[in-house]
């Protein structure tokens, strides 16, 4: 397993920017891939985006997708979301995640290892 620990979160106004950061360490495989999941307020956790650690393929959920940017640096083990035009309903909990069995998951319980969890609130 690794240890994942975010950071970048805070409060932001509609349509402004924030970048989050997630630090890996611990036994990292060229085949994982590492996620951003978020919570609402009362709802569920949900998939955000996805990179796969060596050949960089991305996906995003609909509802993010043209706003938000997924990427890593392999060489400094951290992976970053990008978030742009913000929305008051981006607002929630951000989790980094990751996992090496699948190349493409979009499902929390496909993922293992989770971090503590950044809050993201933007303001109308």
């Known amino acids: 397993q690794v240890q994942l620990v975010e950071s970048g979160g805070g409060l932001v106004q509609a349509g402004g920017s924030l970048r989050l950061s997630c630090t890996v360490s611990?036994?990292?495989?060229?085949?994982?891939?590492m996620a951003w999941f978020r919570q609402p307020p009362g709802k569920e956790r949900e998939f955000v985006a996805s990179?796969?650690?060596?050949?960089?393929?991305?996906y995003y959920a609909d509802s993010v997708k043209g706003r938000f940017t997924i990427s890593r640096d392999n060489a400094k083990n951290t992976v970053y979301l990008l978030m742009n035009s913000l929305k008051p309903e981006d607002t929630a909990v951000y989790y980094c995640?990751?996992?090496?069995?699948?190349?493409?998951?979009?499902?929390?319980?496909?993922?293992?290892?989770w971090g503590q969890g950044a809050q993201v609130s933007v303001s109308s």
């Open positions: 611990g036994r990292i495989f060229s085949s994982y891939t």
């Open positions: 995640a990751a996992q090496f069995q699948f190349a493409r998951a979009t499902l929390r319980a496909q993922y293992d290892s």
């Open positions: 990179i796969s650690w060596s050949l960089g393929n991305t």
